[in-house]
């Protein structure tokens, strides 16, 4: 697998960075993540349930988010979104 990759923006690049880490536990999705800009754990008051992050890319586009059965779910102020998978 090619390790290059451009990195703009999380949010809208969501499922094509899914299909870049796929198969790799969420530990491994994180450090990759780390890798290109800058990962923040955000402290919320239900640690035990999920891990929240802030990614900054390197060119300062934001995403807040988690990651549920290895896919990415994005948090706004009053929504969350996933990318649309294949079929949508």
Not at 7 to 34: N, Y
Not at 48 to 67: C, I, K, N
Not at 69 to 77: K, L
Request: glycine share 6%.
């Amino acid at each position: 697998m090619s390790t290059a990759f451009a990195l703009i923006d999380l949010f809208s690049q969501g499922r094509a960075v899914e299909r870049v880490l796929a198969g790799r536990r969420d530990e491994d999705k994180v450090a990759w993540l780390a890798q290109r800009g800058s990962l923040v754990p955000i402290e919320t008051n239900d640690r035990a349930t999920v891990a929240v992050y802030r990614f900054r890319s390197t060119v300062g586009l934001e995403a807040v988010f988690f990651l549920r059965q290895s896919r990415f779910v994005f948090m706004g102020d009053h929504c969350i979104a996933a990318p649309p998978s294949d079929s949508d």
